[in-house]
């Protein structure tokens, strides 16, 4: 195992992970902007270096520095939480050439993933279904035209580099193709220097459902069911869900065997997620893979009993997922978790600032993940995300009663955050009997306008 990790993250994931290695006894290296001098990832850390000025380019994202103070420090390891360097390749491998452990899938397989429409490929060919679509990289306009008559309209164009909803454009009729290509693939070149495009079939209303994966040195591949994400607002997922309060048991059951046989074959390291679009039938289409530990994962700690970091470590050290797991893993409950957020609960205009006072809820089923304090300050410079509120119930409506009470409890004064706003979706009956989908909180801010002027 390794004696001293290193966190290449801020903020709550970097608390997160530190929880993680002081429960498997190792020691931990915090790396701070000078944005995040006096945040609480640098006070319970056992080591902290300042890797550079506010900006994410120059500090959490600068990679020599963050190698830099991982050779200082003399850590094993390193911990890339989410965002930031997490899903970089070449970090990855940089960390690797410098006999530093990454803790999270080899860069060989977090550069394929990378390639949407690669992973696409793969992911088919192990079985995992996707939807209709271009077999490759698009050549041209032309090749998409003949693609989309074949599959029907409406199509949607895809950057193969991009993922979280950059470089796609819709497209309902064949005469508008051609210049949506151009636009896709100059948004691709200019933003992930790749113009490469695909095309599938586009799912008007879908939901999003991602299943939680955790695999060995081994090859032995854990799947640890799904999480419902379809409560989103421009691409930021605000609620989460495990399980799914609509897949069926069947098509859980046959996308974990398939995802399982998929990932033992591409040789799939650490924690991932994979993510499906799902249609009106219920049948899921896979879409892209997320070659980290994500925001959501608490939603899986608590129905499976599983602590994903310390997985993630354990396994990274080379230990066997069968000593680690206590098999078979069982759902317990359901678990649903509110991202709070400082931002304007209408407008979702940013709200940075000092923390004046604060309550941090607890009791039976709650969890909170923060790295917020009072007097402490919320910088502009980043996520906005200042706490996970998480809630475990037997059930949903006992999840949804719970989330709502400790709502109720959460106080932040000082910033305005979106805690207003999680009451109000929890108390709405559309929420509340799961019709949700990607275009929910679309539907739920008109409806919610309409109340007002109706008043
Ligand atoms: C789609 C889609 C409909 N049909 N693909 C957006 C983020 C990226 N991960 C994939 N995305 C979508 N891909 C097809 N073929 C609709 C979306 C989409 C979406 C997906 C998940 C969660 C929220 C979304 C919001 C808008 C569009």
Redesign the pocket.
């Known amino acids: 195992m390794f004696q001293k990790i290193l966190i290449a993250n801020r903020g709550e994931i970097a608390l997160r992970v530190i929880c993680a290695c002081r429960d498997l006894g190792i020691k931990t290296v915090a790396v701070y902007s000078e944005a995040d001098r006096n945040s609480l990832h640098v006070r319970f850390a056992d080591e902290a270096v300042c890797i550079g000025p506010a900006k994410s380019a120059l500090s959490y994202l600068n990679i020599p520095s963050v190698i830099s103070a991982a050779e200082i420090t003399n850590v094993q390891a390193i911990h890339p939480g989410y965002g930031f360097l997490s899903e970089n390749a070449d970090f990855a491998e940089v960390c690797e050439t410098s006999g530093i452990k990454f803790i999270g899938p080899s860069p060989e397989v977090t550069r394929l993933m990378g390639l949407k429409q690669r992973a696409r490929e793969v992911m088919k060919a192990h079985g995992v279904p996707i ?1 209709p ?1 271009s077999e490759g990289i698009l050549r041209d306009a032309e090749e998409g035209l003949e693609v989309a008559a074949e599959i029907g309209y409406p ?2 164009l ?1 950057a193969s580099a ?5 470089g ?1 454009r ?1 497209v309902r009729e064949p005469e508008e193709l051609p210049k949506l290509f151009i636009q896709a693939s100059q948004e691709a070149g200019s933003s992930f220097s790749c113009a490469d495009i695909y095309v ?5 209303r ?3 459902i991602e299943f939680q994966v955790i695999a060995d040195h081994h090859g032995d591949v854990e799947v640890l069911f799904e999480r419902e ?2 409560v ?1 607002r ?2 930021q ?1 605000l609620i989460e869900e495990a399980p799914s309060p609509v897949l069926k048991p069947e098509v859980r059951e046959a996308t974990m065997k398939a995802i399982k046989d998929a990932f033992e074959a591409i040789g799939y390291t650490n924690a991932g997620t994979v ?1 499906f ?1 799902m249609d009106t039938d219920g049948s899921l ?1 896979f ?2 893979v997320n070659a980290r530990i994500q925001v959501e994962h608490p939603v899986t700690e608590f129905i499976t009993g599983v602590d994903l970091v310390k997985t993630q470590i354990r396994v990274a050290a080379g230990e066997k997922l069968a000593d680690i797991l206590d098999r078979p893993i069982v759902m317990r409950g359901h678990a649903i978790e509110c991202r709070i957020n400082a931002e304007h609960p209408e407008t979702f205009t940013p709200s940075p600032g000092r923390i004046k006072a604060m309550n941090v809820p607890g009791g039976i089923g709650i969890r909170v993940d923060t790295a917020a304090y009072v007097d402490g300050v919320i910088p502009p410079y980043y996520d906005s995300m200042i706490a996970k509120l998480i809630a475990h119930g037997s059930n949903r409506e006992e999840a949804i009663a719970r989330l709502l009470r400790a709502l109720d409890l959460f106080v932040v004064e000082g910033i305005h955050t979106s805690i207003p706003l999680h009451q109000r979706i929890l108390k709405d009956q559309a929420f509340r009997d799961a019709e949700i989908d ?2 929910y909180i679309q539907r739920f801010l008109e409806k919610s306008k309409k109340a007002v002027y109706e008043d």
């Open positions: 939807l679509g199509v949607i895809k991009g993922g979280g909803g950059r796609m819709v599938e079939k586009f799912i008007e879908p939901r999003h994400c379809s989103q421009r691409h997922k993510e679009l289409f879409i892209e990607t275009h």
